[in-house]
């Protein structure tokens, strides 16, 4: 499965006079096929690329994939 990256819905307003939201969403666009391919039993795997900060989680663990594959039902 190819990569892709995040979306941040920043279009979302998160402060007023009184307060600023710390909770922030991302979205991800999966294609029909990427959503096929893990239904297949592809791999999965979740990263962070930042000059600041690098992370991944290779693979995401089986029951965080199924979950995630479930949500497509």
Known sequence: MS????IADEDL?????????????LRFELTSPMI???????????GIDHECYQHALQPVRDASRAS??????
Do not use: C, M, P, Q
Not at 3 to 6: I, K, L, M, V
Not at 19 to 25: D, G, L, Y
Not at 68 to 73: G, I, K, P, T, Y
């Open 3 to 6: 990569g892709f990256f995040a």
């Open 13 to 25: 307003d998160r402060e007023n006079e009184e307060k600023t939201s710390a909770v922030h969403f």
């Open 36 to 46: 096929a391919a893990l239904r297949g039993g592809a791999g999965l795997s979740v």
């Open 68 to 73: 995630l594959v479930a949500d497509f039902s």
